[in-house]
DNA sequence: AAAAATATTGAACCGGTGGACAGGGTGGGC
DNA sequence: GCCCACCCTGTCCACCGGTTCAATATTTTT
């Protein structure tokens, strides 16, 4: 039995279309149900960033092994997360097509993940820029430096400035600034917060416009 | 129609029994199939690190939007997200339960995404902990900050200048400086490099010494 | 209504940053 | 021997970044 939670029910318009048979709550129940909901769905809207990894841990609590699936109509990366990390099984757009809302009950069904494809990529980007940590094609790939200059980077990337990291390799700070422009060469970046974030991320795109 | 590629048919045995009206090849198709198959099962045992990423991008290639599953007799996390990276729709173990399989299958069947559980953590770990820290109270939490400052907060950590953030949000260079000087109160760094490093891996210590 | 928080902007100051000129030293390959 | 890559250093200068004086308007909270 599906079962949804939201207070105001008006908003649930998509999900019962999906499933005609499910049921509605007003709010998370605090002792387990008589009769176990085979998924939860909870409407996220109205619920602030800080509290949804809680209502999320609350539902999961209660309900334990039985998928938990948040949808909302403003989703984004960030909430996703938090409500996957809490230990939701699924995050999808309240006004999502009633179709779609049922693959995703099926994949949660059978114990699998629904994330967006956006937030799957970002995932993927993040872990194995982790992993890799200078492995290959990257554009920051740090193995492409010279030793001296990778030292350079090293500091500079840990939000040292010129002078500590000159004193800290033992040299000039006009030496730290020759090897630091090589090394912006090489990434095609213009300062040390581009080549943060390169380092960090590297799928991340530059904010800046080419003009 | 399942389809599984490995040059090892012996090595297919559980899989076998999961898809008993599956079919086998010994290797990966070069020219689309006269069949398209519903599913295509990758046995990555004897393919290279480097290699499985492209082997799984030409299946994908090969066999558009049908959904790929690699499974390996000594599966790990880089080889996982190295498949996933290239288009796969899952990762599990070539010895895993036949109903296991199944359960897989249905789930990517459905546009889902199967990955273990200690992979999920991994990539929920990874990527919260650069979004924000999913703990509350930790150093950097852009929920602590006013919108404004968080725009501000947001197109800097971009490795937008303080006159690109001042153009794209519509606002005077000084005020940009205004709302920056106090995300770096709130959050103690002394700087926009020390904001990108907290904002992107709370957990890493800060290079200079206090002394 | 009073107080606090938020959003906005100005001028001036100074240290950090990055580029533009440089040049000297060392070690390996052709 | 010559060239090249790498490492190290110097000076000058324009620009950026962060802080320190401000001040005013709007919104939210108490």
């Known amino acids: ?3 949804a939670i939201c207070p105001r029910a008006e908003l649930l318009a998509r999900w019962r279309k999906a499933f005609p048979e499910g049921r509605v709550l007003a709010t998370i129940p605090r002792a387990p149900l008589t009769v176990a909901p085979s998924q939860l769905w909870l409407h996220a809207d109205g619920i602030a960033d800080p509290d949804l990894g809680r209502r999320v841990a609350a539902l999961v609590a209660v309900c334990p092994g039985v998928p938990v699936v948040v949808i909302s109509t403003a989703p984004n990366q960030y909430r996703a997360l938090l ?3 809490a230990g939701a ?3 999808c757009h309240a006004l999502a097509a009633p ?3 049922q693959q995703v009950a099926t ?3 059978h114990g699998g993940l629904w994330v967006g494809p956006e937030l799957m990529k970002r995932m993927l980007g993040a872990v194995t820029a982790r992993l890799d940590q200078g ?3 990257s554009v920051a790939d740090l193995s492409r430096l010279t030793p001296r200059e990778r030292a ?3 500091e500079v990337s840990r939000g040292a400035t010129n002078k500590e990291a000159a004193r800290t390799l033992g040299i000039t700070e006009r030496t730290v600034k020759a090897h630091l422009a090589a090394v912006f060469e090489k990434f095609g970046v213009r300062d040390r917060l581009e080549l943060v974030i390169a380092l960090r991320d590297p799928l991340a795109a530059p904010a800046r416009s080419v003009a």
């Open 107 to 109: 994949v949660v069904a």
């Open 152 to 154: 350079v980077a090293t």
């Open 1 to 3: 039995m599906m079962l």
């Open 89 to 91: 099984s699924g995050f």
């Open 83 to 85: 409500a996957l990390e």
């Open 135 to 137: 492995g290959g094609g």
């Open 99 to 101: 179709e779609l809302m």
